[in-house]
């Protein structure tokens, strides 16, 4: 597997984790209670971050350093 690919999958891994974490928060915030989340809207807002961030990464791939998903030139 290519670094690109490694660099990708981690970066939508990670900020699917990261909304996830902020989701819960937000939501169990609303409900009230933590027993009252509604997990869908979780995972809904997990996957669009996860989402976004993969189709930020393969944009980056013309623009930036051909190995990662970022738009920062190669060192």
């Given at each position: 597997?290519?670094?690109?690919?490694?660099?990708?999958?981690?970066r939508t891994i990670?900020?699917?984790?990261?909304?996830?974490a902020a989701a819960v928060f937000a939501v169990?915030?609303?409900?009230?209670?933590?027993g009252q989340i509604e997990w869908s809207v979780v995972w809904q807002v997990a996957v669009f971050a996860a989402g976004a961030s993969l189709?930020?990464?393969l944009a980056a791939k013309p623009i930036g350093d051909p190995n990662s998903?970022?738009?920062l030139p190669p060192q």
């Open positions: 597997m290519s670094q690109y690919k490694k660099d990708v999958i981690e990670r900020t699917a984790i990261q909304a996830a169990w915030i609303q409900a009230g209670s933590f189709l930020m990464a998903g970022s738009f």
